[in-house]
């Protein structure tokens, strides 16, 4: 049975798994582009000075003792585009921000990491193989028992490369470096006071990123709202009355669940929004208490934050696993009836 699940529901361990992450990365990318240069003309980053070494645990070094400077809102550009102007603030087509780096890396990673180890599909699995197979089924599994049988045939492939590409981005945000080497302001012995321009930032501590994967859940929900309920039946799962009512109270229903439609709408159009600020604000609110833990004690920086680096590997699971459930219920409630969930 083992091996029958994994054959049929471990796609993103072949060809087509690793095509689906290209789509979803180069979705990503053109989602965020634009988003780059609204943020990179309001919050301009002079790029003067590199450290090409991290300077301890989380990037602090001798200023510890100094001003307090966490990581900044915004996603710094490090390429400004074709035609583009760090000093005019100009942004040229395919900008490129160093979140986007850290994505295309962790995308490679997963992607080439995916493929060695199901290049030869082993009977008795070990090894690699054998972890990717428990994770998908573990998976796969899990989101059976919410969604039902038949909408995860539909939908597997889609929340499975949402929970591993949030995973391994949160946890890449971890690694010694990402958030420590870059540009910055050079103090009197010739070291950098502070990184203002890291080369590499945490994925979803970048706001662009999470609504673009928000932004894309929501176009493929719309898919798969419209193709089980087709478009008449998704506007009436909207503002159609429920229950069975005659005469005046059927009037009556009709003009309630029409306003509880427009609430509905409402709500629906806040979901991208939610579930990027909700992944955003945990994941940036961590590399912030990081650096503030290294603050505590200069001579311990490299110490003190140890246990809170444990915890933000816990919360990169916990939040992988939310943005995906959050995101599997919203398509079971608008696809439920039918899967037949009552």
Not at 12 to 26: D, I
Not at 61 to 90: R, V, Y
Request: proline share 5%; hydrophobic share 55%.
């Amino acid at each position: 049975m083992s091996q029958l699940v994994f054959a049929s529901c471990f796609s993103f361990a072949g060809l087509r798994w690793t095509r689906a992450l290209a789509l979803w990365l180069a979705a990503l990318a053109f989602i965020a582009l634009p988003l780059v240069s609204a943020t990179a003309q309001d919050n301009p980053i002079p790029l003067e000075h590199v450290d090409a070494a991290p300077r301890d645990a989380h990037g602090m070094g001798d200023h510890a003792e100094g001003e307090h400077h966490g990581l900044t809102t915004f996603a710094p550009p490090i390429f400004w585009g074709f035609g583009g102007n760090a000093a005019t603030k100009k942004i040229g087509p395919f900008a490129m921000t160093n979140s986007m780096i850290v994505t295309w890396l962790v995308a490679i990673g997963i992607i080439v990491f995916a493929q060695t180890a199901t290049r030869q599909i082993k009977e008795v699995p070990d090894g690699a193989q054998n972890f990717w197979e428990w994770l998908v089924e573990s998976l796969h599994n899990f989101l059976e028992s919410i969604i039902g049988h038949e909408l995860v045939k539909k939908t597997f492939w889609f929340f499975a490369t949402l929970f591993i590409f949030i995973l391994f981005t949160n946890w890449a945000g971890l690694i010694p470096g990402v958030g420590t080497i870059g540009w910055g302001m050079p103090n009197a012995q010739g070291g950098l006071e502070h990184i203002t321009t890291p080369l590499f930032r945490g994925v979803n501590a970048d706001l662009n990123m999470t609504l673009a994967m928000a932004s894309i859940f929501f176009a493929c929900w719309l898919w798969w709202a419209i193709s089980a309920n087709g478009f008449g039946g998704f506007i009436l799962h909207i503002f159609g009355p429920k229950g069975k009512t005659e005469g005046f109270m059927k009037v009556m229903m009709i003009v309630v669940f029409a306003l509880v439609g427009v609430l509905e709408v409402v709500s629906i159009m806040f979901r991208p929004v939610s579930l990027s600020f909700r992944l955003y604000g945990n994941v940036f609110a961590g590399e912030n208490m990081l650096e503030s833990m290294a603050n505590i004690v200069p001579a311990l920086s490299w110490l003190v934050p140890i246990p809170f680096y444990f915890m933000e590997l816990l919360v990169g699971v916990v939040q992988a696993l939310v943005f995906m459930l959050l995101t599997a219920v919203f398509t079971l409630l608008i696809c439920q009836h039918e899967e037949g969930h009552h």
